[in-house]
Nanobody, 131 residues
Framework: EVQLMESGGGLVQAGGSLRLSCTASEDPLRVYAIGWFRQAPGKEREAVSC????????????YYADSVKGRFTASRDNAKNTVYLQIDNLRPEDTAVYYCAAPGIGGSCLLWTRRGAYNYWGQGTQVTVSS
């Protein structure tokens, strides 16, 4: 069982930035693809990014939803066992609970937009953007 933990959310003015973190205390995240999802009140959970597993560097190949491309950047720091989601130029419509998620070992970002592709989910971190 992989226990994921998100952090870094908060209340930010439009145009500001946040860096969200996804960590696991007992599992090496380098061997997992990590997806990022968000869910706003009254809306379905939507995929925003996926970063592939990478054992050789601090960063892996990443994929982004069209709505966030150019503003969101996923990266890895294997020494810290952390996956980051850098969010720049925040907009009010970015307000949501943000979740990180992992498939089983050997999983990939092939089906990264499908919630059913992921076995493990964190509890989420709230991002609120004021206009």
């Amino acid at each position: 069982e992989v226990q994921l933990m998100e952090s870094g959310g908060g209340l930010v003015q439009a145009g500001g930035s946040l860096r969200l973190s996804c960590t696991a205390s007992e599992d090496p995240l380098r061997v997992y693809a990590i997806g990022w999802f968000r869910q706003a009140p009254g809306k379905e959970r939507e995929a925003v990014s996926c970063i592939s597993a990478n054992d050789g560097s601090n960063n892996g190949s990443a994929y982004y939803a069209d709505s966030v491309k150019g503003r969101f950047t996923a990266s890895r720091d294997n020494a810290k066992n952390t996956v980051y989601l850098q969010i720049d130029n925040l907009r009010p419509e970015d307000t949501a609970v943000y979740y990180c998620a992992a498939p089983g070992i050997g999983g990939s970002c092939l089906l990264w937009t499908r919630r059913g592709a992921y076995n493990y989910w964190g509890q989420g971190t709230q991002v609120t953007v004021s206009s």
